[in-house]
């Protein structure tokens, strides 16, 4: 792989009046780094800061949205703009010529051309709801335990009591729009849920937003706990029909809702999007077989390459399992620096300091309670004990959660459920987006958030069983 990039966790200039109007930065770039395995899409605007410059960058592919850059400095017709805290010291340093900006990224001491044309604006993406909505929105703040968790509950106008739907994140730290590479699916579901008769509830994960606590140090009880505080605010609220609540998940909220089902009475209905069917650890394994060989296959790399580097990441995933299991923590994270150091070559790595930082991070990150809470988690048993209308859906390039993987045991699980539904989208990636490849350096560059044929089978068969009754 490319690694110079890959290695992402993917002080302004004063103005010089004439020069400065020739050659004026301000405003929003499109454009590519030209990398070895074909140009990288970036995207950079610039604004004016009282008599300073300050920019951001974005990098779809890598998953980088907003992020700050410094320092951005003009001299004449160069100006130069780094990516402060990244292994590496990534800086641009290009040469302004009217509506263009050319030159050469530099990271790791190895340099790239880059090239920058003026465009309009696109932050917005197509389908984002955008006010005046037609329904009422309300900010609430709910305990669970001694987190405090923060949201926005949207109910269609009027007085009566309506379903309601609350909305589940996939894993890691979420905010209540589930925002990813500026698109906001979970915003999108609760305006065309709302708009449709359902009060819907999406939440700050904890430690994110106006929400406190930290989601790495959650476990799935801690996970459930709060979707059942969120269920006990919809139930007290005077608008909401508490016997016609039901959970949404997507990803690690497609484990979360059937779990809370299984336990609860005041459950009634379960929509899953791209909710893994089988354990944890079996999601995980495919997940990097699948990235993996599609990745390299897409980079040209020989087959017999493509077998060695599954055969390696699935070796370093069997040997993590037991120690995370037995919670030999510190073999875990042993083991992580280990592969870290073999996957990175001295001379590609960042200053010592920086990749200490790196390692420390992946090390965290892999012994964290969430990660090893997924990766022990079986919902099968649980999916065996929905007895309420459950919708399953997968996209048929969701190399996230493999629909040819969890289909079949979705299916099985739910086998004697008198109103299941399994259904999957031909072409869609792990967020329900028509892709070309389902990789995830597809995700920012797609336009659309969720097909609208995902939006219409979930709001459908909602409403069906939910308002047009």
């Known amino acids: 792989m490319t690694r110079t990039l890959r290695t992402l966790a993917i002080a302004a200039a004063l103005l010089a009046g004439a020069a400065f109007a020739q050659t004026n930065p301000v405003g929003s770039w499109k454009g590519a780094i030209e990398l070895p395995g074909g140009g990288l899409d970036i995207r950079a605007t610039f604004t004016l ?7 951001t960058l974005d990098i779809p592919a890598q998953g980088l949205i907003d992020f700050a850059l410094a320092p951005v400095a003009l001299d004449g017709d160069a100006l130069r703009f780094g990516m402060p805290g990244v292994p590496g010291d990534p800086m641009f340093e290009g040469t302004i010529a009217g ?36 329904y009422l929105e309300e900010e609430v703040a709910f305990a669970s335990g001694d987190v405090t968790l923060a949201g926005t509950l949207t109910l269609p106008e009027g007085e009566d009591r309506v379903p309601a739907v609350l909305l589940i994140t996939g894993s890691g730290p979420q905010d209540r729009n589930e925002e990813i590479i500026g698109h906001k699916p979970f915003l999108l ?17 904890r430690g994110v937003g106006d929400s406190t606590g930290s989601d790495g140090d959650a476990t799935f009880d801690d996970l459930a706990a709060d979707v059942g505080a969120g269920l006990e605010l919809l139930a007290a609220h005077p608008r909401v029909d508490a016997d016609a609540m039901g959970l949404l998940g997507h990803s690690q909220g497609g484990f979360l809702a059937p779990y809370v089902a299984a336990q609860r009475d005041d459950v009634a209905f379960a929509i899953l999007m791209a909710g893994p069917a089988v354990d944890g650890f079996a999601v995980l394994e495919v997940q990097n077989e699948l990235i993996i060989s599609r990745t390299l296959a897409g980079q040209g790399a020989p087959q017999d390459v493509i077998d060695a580097a599954v055969a390696s990441q699935l070796a370093f995933l069997r040997a993590l399992q037991p120690l995370l299991q037995s919670e030999d923590l510190d073999g ?18 960042p200053p010592q300091a920086e990749f200490e930082q790196f390692i420390a991070a992946q090390q965290e990150g892999t012994v964290a309670p969430s990660f090893r809470a997924f990766l022990a988690f079986d919902p099968r048993p649980y999916l065996e004990q929905l007895d309420v209308p459950t919708l399953a859906l997968f996209g048929g390039l969701d190399f996230q959660v493999d629909a040819a993987q969890n289909e079949g045991p979705m299916r099985a699980a739910l086998a004697d459920n008198p109103d299941a539904t399994v259904l999957v989208f031909e072409g869609l990636n792990h967020l329900m987006q028509p892709a070309t490849t389902g990789l995830l350096e597809e995700y920012g560059a797609i336009e659309v958030t969720i097909d609208e044929a995902v939006l219409e089978a979930i709001v459908g068969w909602a409403a069906e069983r939910f308002v047009e009754r």
């Open 189 to 205: 579901l609760a305006d065309r849920l709302t708009r449709a008769g359902f009060a819907v509830l999406r939440v700050d994960d």
């Open 332 to 349: 875990a994270r042993a083991l992580v620096r280990e592969r870290v150091e073999a996957e990175l070559p001295a001379e590609q790595r």
């Open 49 to 55: 800061e009282g008599a300073a410059l300050a920019g």
């Open 99 to 134: 509506d263009r900006i050319e030159g050469s990224f530099l990271q790791g001491g190895q340099a790239f051309p880059f090239t920058l044309e003026r465009t309009e604006a696109t932050n917005v993406r197509p389908q984002e709801p955008m006010p005046p909505f037609p």
